[in-house]
């Protein structure tokens, strides 16, 4: 039996609010900017000629409203059900939802024993620093790496034990460090990848029990309204 595989559109979802004014957002919603909105439509546009099977999203609003955005743009909004799975949510930082990233990294920075946050991103992982937002969280409710992981690895399985060997193209609006994990844990070639892009288009196939990387944080399918 022929394996025709399986291709994942892995889609960040537009701007928000949060990433505007540079505070830590991992579950907390806050919705897209008017600039964010605008991207996600470009890209829309730039997928218009590829035909999605299957869309899927985490359960928070800024992944929704992205997907609905593109598929709008692309054509396919009244014809495909967008199925919300929580295992795609972003990374969660407990008390430290909500505060400026700099003041966030600043704190982690000096509990890992660093002068500065320049140094901490330099010298250490990103395993070890989502360790430390939950060391640092009073109320122990930040996801480590762990816990993050796992739950994520959980609704990849479910997606490839679905749509495994089907020759479907899968659309999946998630997160940046999300989208940016999975395939940094799935893809051996990729290390130490740049963070994600609002609206950013990454493309991998799964076939023969591998993933191959066909476009990694690419916004030049981007395209203007005619």
């Known amino acids: 039996m022929e394996n025709k595989g399986v291709t994942i559109y892995f889609v960040r979802h537009g701007e928000t609010y949060f990433n505007y004014n540079g505070r830590m957002q991992g579950w907390s919603n806050t919705p897209l900017t008017e600039h964010g909105k605008e991207d996600v439509r470009r890209c829309g546009r730039g997928l218009s000629d590829v035909q999605f099977d299957a869309v899927y999203t985490s359960d928070l609003s800024r992944t929704q409203e992205t997907a609905s955005l593109i598929l709008e743009e692309n054509g396919q909004l009244d014809s495909m059900e967008m199925i919300q799975m929580p295992e795609f949510r972003e990374v969660f930082f407990g008390s430290l939802e909500g505060e400026f990233g700099s003041v966030a990294y ?56 679905k749509h495994r060997d089907t020759g479907e193209t899968i659309l999946l609006v998630a997160h940046g460090g999300t989208i940016r994990y999975i395939l940094e844990n799935l893809i051996p070639e990729l290390v130490n990848p740049k963070a994600l892009l609002n609206a950013s288009v990454s493309v991998a196939r799964y076939e023969d029990g591998l993933y191959h990387l066909e476009r990694y944080n690419d916004v030049s399918h981007f395209r203007d309204e005619a």
């Open 106 to 161: 600043s704190q982690v920075a000096e509990h890992l024993g660093y002068e500065n946050s320049k140094e901490m991103f330099r010298h250490t992982t990103v395993p070890e620093r989502m360790n430390a937002f939950r060391d640092i969280d009073s109320e122990k409710h930040a996801e480590d790496f762990m816990m993050f992981w796992s739950r994520v690895e959980q609704g990849l399985i479910q997606l490839i034990e």
